[in-house]
């Protein structure tokens, strides 16, 4: 996993997803019997777990490792287990099911994010979609761009990794003929209502602890896992389903309560049930999120690269990006910074006086999100003033390590803030002093849609 090594302005980033895998070195291929799970693994393997060939480069038996020792555990009164009704629920039953994909590099993260993303369309619209997961590292750490993430010479962009807040920051700037409108985040949120995004929205991606390889095991035919830190996260799976009353006793370390949620990795149809397996509710997950895409959109205008940081000039703070992009505006995407956060959107004239079209809007989750305007404008010379309660989301300072850099920049008359009804162009030279902050915010996250 590779993450950051500098400070991202408050908790923001942190609370967004930024985490990721390296690569495949820990897949573990389990040769268990999944005649007890017979959900997962009639649907799973005879009907919708074929190979995508888009994302497979070699054969499954070149992508992961010798097969490590597991322990298998036949406790009598809990053999043979079976999914009951209550308290069960699977997006393969539903029949979302989507292509378990096998990774030959180290692109977990970017496969996460392409099996949300075919998951929620697949529930949304009924259209089967495939997302390259290489196009999507391909677009993150594209070297011809004049903002965004950059990498080291010589390092490979298939074997560093990355996080979804990553995919997200990129594609809702657009991708092939997708822009992404939605990327939440529900760290904070319980099982109850994880379970409930999962149902309305379809697959979630999450990041796990997969760096000790005995938290493995296998138990009656379920492969499973069970760890208790809360830290290291360095792989990315996906949670298609859950068990509230899947046995406590079926990890090698035992779970306090009963209960686990139904993952799909990306080590191909040979690893766990399948291409499953189980993982504890004791086991803390990080970067919960989901990722919403559409082609229903023409293009977007916007200068962030990032949404790295933040700021504040009271219980409001009003920001604003100026646009000369003629056509029509059907849609406004930004950041929130937090759970229940309320916005007011205003289309201005560009020098952000005269209002053409105001809409409130209320985000029940951090991350990013895009508002459907109630009517479409036409737009040519206009500005986004958009009003937040508490923190105004804005792109941050660049920074750089020894791997990886974050380039982001601001040009005068793009991105503004009101302080004591004044605005104040974030571009200007003492804009740290003015906001009393100590980095610079650079552009504003305010999107126009098309």
């Known amino acids: 996993m590779h993450k950051k090594s500098t400070a991202l302005l408050l908790c923001l980033s942190m609370a967004l997803g930024l985490y990721g895998c390296s690569n495949s070195d820990t897949a573990e291929v389990v040769e268990s019997s999944v005649t007890s799970s017979p959900t997962i693994s009639e649907t799973t393997i005879d009907e919708t777990t074929t190979t995508s060939s888009e994302a497979v480069e070699t054969t499954v038996a070149t992508e992961v490792t010798e097969p490590a020792p597991t322990t298998t555990t036949e406790t009598e009164a809990l053999v043979h287990y079976q999914h009951s009704e209550d308290g069960y629920f699977s997006l393969i039953d539903a029949g979302y099911a989507t292509t378990v994909k096998s990774q030959s590099t180290g692109i977990c993260w970017a496969m996460a994010a ?167 509710y004791d086991s803390p997950l990080e970067g919960t999120s989901y990722l919403v895409i559409s082609d229903e959109f023409d293009h977007v205008a916007s200068y962030n690269a990032g949404f790295d940081s933040t700021i504040k000039t009271g219980s409001e703070t009003t920001v604003a990006n100026v646009f000369h992009d003629e056509g029509t505006l059907k849609a406004v995407g930004t950041v929130s910074t937090g759970k229940n956060q309320k916005v007011t959107i205003k289309i201005c004239d560009e ?98 849609i098309y």
């Open 114 to 280: 392409s099996t949300v993303m075919e998951s929620n369309t697949l529930i949304r619209t009924g259209e089967t979609i495939q997302i390259s997961p290489h196009k999507i590292c391909d677009l993150v750490y594209l070297k011809d761009k004049e903002e965004g993430y950059f990498l080291g010479t010589g390092i490979s962009k298939y074997n560093f990794g990355g996080w979804t807040w990553q995919i997200a920051e990129t594609m809702s700037n657009g991708f092939d003929e997708y822009i992404l409108l939605e990327c939440g985040n529900y760290d904070e949120c319980t099982v109850e209502e994880r379970q409930e995004i999962i149902k309305e929205n379809g697959a979630m991606v999450v990041d796990i602890n997969d760096m000790h390889q005995d938290y493995y095991g296998t138990f009656d035919g379920y492969y499973t896992l069970n760890y208790y830190e809360a830290y290291e996260y360095d792989h990315a799976v996906v949670i298609v389903g859950w068990d509230d009353n899947f046995p406590k006793e079926y990890f090698v370390n035992e779970a306090s309560r009963d209960g686990a949620w139904l993952a799909q990795n990306s080590f191909g149809e040979l690893y766990g049930n399948g291409g499953y397996f189980w993982i504890s």
């Open 351 to 448: 020098n952000m006086e005269n209002v053409m079209y105001t809409q409130d809007a209320t985000f029940e989750y951090p991350g990013y999100h895009t508002v459907i305007l109630d009517e479409a404008i036409d737009v040519s010379d206009y500005s986004i003033v958009i009003t937040f309660a508490g923190y105004a989301p804005v792109e941050g300072a660049g920074w750089s390590n020894f791997s990886i850099s974050y380039v982001a920049k601001a040009n005068p008359g793009e991105s503004f803030v009101l302080v004591d009804d004044e605005w104040i162009d974030l571009a200007s030279e003492n804009i740290t002093k003015t906001l009393g902050i100590a980095t610079i915010p650079n552009n504003c996250c305010i999107k126009g």
